[in-house]
Each structure stands twice: as structure tokens, then as C-alpha cells.
């Protein structure tokens, strides 16, 4: 029995390994077919950071911006993530900390990690995933009497889905079954609430995708600015599912992108399948132009993430004229990483 639990032990290691493997190990491990032999990409990523992490990690990048020593959030979690390869289950605040001291005091975190590869894989990964939601903006407020209030920041400035007071119940569905259609893994994360809820934008970006698909009824898709990311948004309302959209639209952080519905898993346009009323949405990361509709689609587990961003929602106001919720306030910037 002792021997049987050591072996699971150790293959449970192995396959946390190869999850974690960095893109720049041999393509055999990297689960490479050979069509891309040389391409030097990562091919996937296990998201694991807690949102406990996340708001840690957040709040020392926050706290330290503006002063001589900032600490970037994403090295923090790579660092962690390198020592953990990616788990986070065991996450301490005070192993947090102790590295905020170390990099306040200028050490490279580089010199902080035993294993500078993986370091550099988690870099790249997490800073694929969360690269837009913290850093500097401009806000805009809108008041009801169209009035606005513009002001300079640097915090998150990513919203959840959910517009401010409307309720929502979710678990971490990631990966499960689904049938309609063709058996597949769940690649997003669901979100139940009532129809009409207004669904903001969580992060900035450009519509580019819009309209009727059969498994996500009307649903939205939007690119970040440095096309890492791709957003998407489904099930939405039966009839008027959209605010004002069109693909290639700029759209902002905290903008009503249109309206929680049950629409999809039909080939019929606007047609209410979805016996459950809830949001889809899910989150690509492309590393490489080949991974945005081919085979190797890398979709992110956004149970924590949502977690963490149900702390920032967006509020929106009643609009006489259009006898909907609309946006009120909404995040610009420019600067886009690459
Ligand atoms: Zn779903």
C-alpha cells in the first residue's frame, strides 16, 4: 500500500511537472506533434493562483508604486509559482511577504528562485493572464445628468462581469463534461443570475467577434490591446442581447457590453436553449496566432480570477431612453505591454 501511494505520489509529481514544463524544453515533452518543431511557444498553462494570492500580490504592487523600490504582482506570483510549480494550495501570506522584503531591498528576483526557467515560464504565463488588470488609467465617472468626472489612477482596472448589485451564485466548473453538440470539456467559467443583468467588460480591448454561434447563442469576444487575451461572453439575451457593438469597437473596462440571457445551443439564431439563465464567459491566452482557433487552445480556469475581481463591479445607471442599465463608469489607458 506504502509503495503503491509513493508511485501515485510520484506520478502525480511527474504530471504537475510536465503541466509546468517551460516552453523552452525539448518539444517531446512539450507535447509536440511536429507540425511546429521549432516554434518556441507556450502550449499551456495550469491557472492555480488563489485569488487570496492575487489580492496579496496586488496590494504590495499597489502599495509600492510611486516609490523607488515597485514591485510588479506578476513577478511576485512567478516567484511563488516557481517554488510551488503553479500549485498555490499551500499558499502563506508570509511567504509573500518575505519576498516583498527581499525585492524591496533591491535584490534580483532572479537571485530569489532555484529554478530561474520555471521562473521565466510563470513570468510569461501569468503575465499573459493578468498583464492588463493592474496598472495605471484614466477613470471616467459618468453621472446621471451626463456630467463626468475624470481622474488619473494606478490600481485594478479590470472589473468582474456582473454589474454592481446584481447577485450571482458560480463554482469552479472548469473542465467538466458537456454534450450538446459533441463531448467536450467546460473552457470557461458560468456565472447564474437573472436575465437582463447588465455584463461589463472586464478588461479593455477590441470587439472581434459578435453575433449568433450555435453552443454560445449571442455571444461577444474581445481581444486585449496586446492581443494576449481574448474574452468571451455567451448565452446573452434573447432579443437584445448587446449594448451599442460592432466588431472592431474600442470597448473599456467597466462598459456594458450587453445583457445576461439563455440563449445558444441551437443552430437557429436567437433561440433560448439554456435551461439555466447564466453568463459564460471564458478567457484565451495566445502565445502564438496558431493557438487562437487551432487545436492547441489554451483556456484559462477563471474560478479564482472571478473571485478576485467579484471585489471591483462596475456600476451602472438606468437610461430613460433605452430603458436599460448602462455603463457609468469605465477604465482607459494606453499603455499596451507586448
Ligand atoms: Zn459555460
Redesign the pocket.
Known amino acids: 500500500m506504502k509503495c503503491i501511494k509513493r508511485i501515485f505520489i510520484t506520478f502525480t509529481a511527474a504530471v504537475v511537472l510536465l503541466a509546468a514544463l517551460p516552453a523552452s524544453v525539448p518539444a517531446a515533452f512539450a507535447g509536440e506533434d511536429g507540425e511546429n518543431g521549432d516554434a518556441d511557444y507556450i502550449r499551456w498553462v495550469d491557472f492555480d493562483v488563489t485569488a487570496e494570492a492575487m489580492r496579496d500580490a496586488a496590494e504590495a504592487d499597489i502599495a509600492s508604486y510611486g516609490t523607488d523600490a515597485h514591485i510588479d504582482w506578476i513577478t511576485l506570483l512567478a516567484l511563488l509559482g516557481a517554488r510551488s510549480g503553479g500549485d498555490f494550495s499551500h499558499y502563506k501570506k508570509s511567504d509573500l511577504d518575505a519576498l516583498v522584503t527581499e525585492l524591496a531591498s533591491g535584490r534580483d528576483p532572479r537571485e530569489l528562485t532555484k529554478n530561474v526557467k520555471l521562473f521565466d515560464y510563470y513570468i510569461e504565463a501569468y503575465g499573459a493572464i493578468l498583464g492588463g488588470m493592474l496598472g495605471e488609467y484614466i477613470k471616467t465617472e459618468k453621472a446621471e445628468d451626463g456630467t463626468e468626472t475624470v481622474s488619473a489612477g494606478y490600481g485594478i482596472r479590470a472589473f468582474s462581469p456582473f454589474a454592481a448589485g446584481y447577485y450571482y451564485s458560480d463554482f469552479d466548473?472548469f473542465g467538466v463534461s458537456?454534450s450538446f453538440g459533441y463531448r467536450r470539456r467546460?473552457?470557461?467559467?458560468?456565472m447564474m443570475g437573472s436575465i437582463g443583468t447588465p455584463i461589463v467588460a472586464v478588461e479593455s480591448g477590441y470587439v472581434e467577434a459578435l453575433g449568433w454561434n450555435m453552443y454560445g447563442g449571442w455571444r461577444v469576444g474581445i481581444r486585449s490591446f496586446d492581443g494576449k487575451r481574448y474574452y468571451y461572453y455567451?448565452?446573452l439575451r434573447k432579443n437584445h442581447p448587446y449594448a451599442d457593438l460592432y466588431e472592431g469597437k474600442t470597448v473599456m473596462a467597466g462598459e456594458v457590453i450587453g445583457y445576461l440571457g439563455m440563449t445558444g445551443y441551437s443552430s437557429r439564431e436567437n433561440v433560448n436553449n439554456i435551461t439555466t439563465p447564466?453568463?459564460?464567459?471564458?478567457l484565451e491566452i495566445i502565445f502564438d496566432p496558431s493557438q487562437k482557433d487551432g487545436w492547441n487552445q489554451i483556456w484559462i480556469d477563471m474560478y479564482e480570477l472571478t473571485k478576485f475581481l467579484s471585489k471591483y463591479r462596475a456600476p451602472t445607471y438606468y437610461d430613460d431612453s433605452t430603458s436599460e442599465r448602462i455603463t457609468r463608469v469605465y477604465y482607459t489607458y494606453t499603455d499596451t505591454p507586448d
Open positions: 466548473d458537456r467546460h473552457l470557461g467559467h458560468d455567451a448565452h447564466h453568463l459564460h464567459y471564458g
